[in-house]
């Protein structure tokens, strides 16, 4: 673990021969290509015009792959050693197709321009260590064809997605990250800081004990929590909805919800019970007004009447809890 964690038992670049360096320049190639195959595939259902992006980058290594097959064929033979990437120390890393694809379209046309780049700088430097004419000419053209690559993604962006197209695929991740993301958690942060705010409050006037407050305020944050998290994931699967991945919603919802409470049951853990009060108090009308700018960011609610409505309703749990804690 730790040998392959600091790089120990990796062979330097240095030390490779033109064989070595042409089967480290196929197997690169045939990853990439993968990548970008992965990334279209992921992109295919949602946004069409994008995916046709990386299937043609996908052709393009499939090219680079199958001239660097030739060479070593002619050169070496059919065998080809193997030799990828992680064997190679300070070779550069690519990221998993996984750990990428749900950064969303741009994040993933970043990270292929970021490909390219490095391609090129690594047959830059692989045609400075071959001494045969053949094998320099490819790498160092393969080079050139890398750079001018970088820029692959907009140029096929510029005929496969015209400013209309990007629009609607913008408009449509955005979206999903509102239905996935924001539409549960912002109903997790409502029930969270409106539900919890009756009991905590009417325990804090009803016993003056700070610490009795917040174990009331953490069970009552935590059990809505975990209450609205499977109930989000439960009762939709987003098959038919399309409103994404019900554990990333039920996530959404449940960690939004226990922090809704939590916000004013931690100011508790102060001793001095109209201290704790007051701060308190202060979360809760942050919490409130966050809430109404959610509200008014990305469901489009007007802010005054998103405002009026969090703020009303707040006011009214909060009044009760007082009441029924003084009573």
């Known amino acids: ?8 038992h990796r062979r330097p670049f240095e030390s490779l021969s033109e064989q070595e360096i042409l089967a480290l320049a196929i197997s690169s190639e045939e990853d990439d290509g993968r990548i970008y195959r992965s990334y279209a595939d992921g992109l295919r259902d949602q946004f069409p015009q994008s995916a046709k992006i990386f299937e043609e980058m996908a052709d393009e290594e499939d090219t680079h792959r199958q001239a ?3 060479l070593h064929r002619k050169r070496f033979g059919e065998t080809i050693p193997l030799i990828r990437r992680e064997h190679v120390r300070g070779y550069y890393q690519r990221e998993p197709d996984w750990l990428v694809k749900p950064l969303g379209i741009d994040k993933v046309r970043a990270a292929a321009e ?4 490095q391609a090129y700088r690594f047959y830059l430097e692989a045609a400075k260590r071959c001494t045969d004419a053949s094998t320099r000419e490819l790498l160092g053209d393969l080079a050139h064809t890398e750079k001018a690559h970088e820029a692959l993604a907009q140029r096929l962006g510029s005929s496969h997605t015209p400013r209309e197209v ?5 408009a449509a991740e955005r979206r999903q990250f509102i239905l996935t993301f924001v539409q549960p958690g912002l109903a997790g942060l409502m029930d969270g800081s409106v539900s919890t705010l009756a009991p905590i409050f009417a ?19 935590v059990g809505a929590g975990i209450s609205m998290g499977f109930t989000e994931a439960a009762h939709d699967d987003g098959k038919l909805s399309g409103r994404g991945s019900p554990v990333k919603r039920g996530l959404a919802s449940g960690i939004m919800t226990a922090t809704g409470g939590l916000g004013h049951a ?10 704790a009060t007051i701060i308190a108090v202060c979360v809760v009308f ?6 109404a700018f959610i509200q008014n960011r990305y469901m489009e609610t007007p802010f005054l009447r998103a405002a009026f409505q ?17 009573a």
């Open 114 to 117: 970021q490909m390219e780049n």
């Open 310 to 326: 969090v703020v009303l309703g707040g006011a009214l749990v909060f009044a009760a809890g007082i009441l029924i804690g003084s």
């Open 286 to 291: 942050v919490e409130l007004w966050a809430i």
């Open 203 to 221: 325990a804090a006037f009803a016993t003056q004990d700070t610490r009795q407050t917040f174990l009331v305020g953490l069970s009552a944050s």
């Open 68 to 70: 660097l097959i030739e």
């Open 1 to 8: 673990m730790l040998s392959r964690l600091f790089g120990f």
């Open 166 to 170: 990007k629009e609607q695929e913008a």
């Open 266 to 275: 931690l100011p508790y853990l102060i001793p001095q019970f109209w201290t």
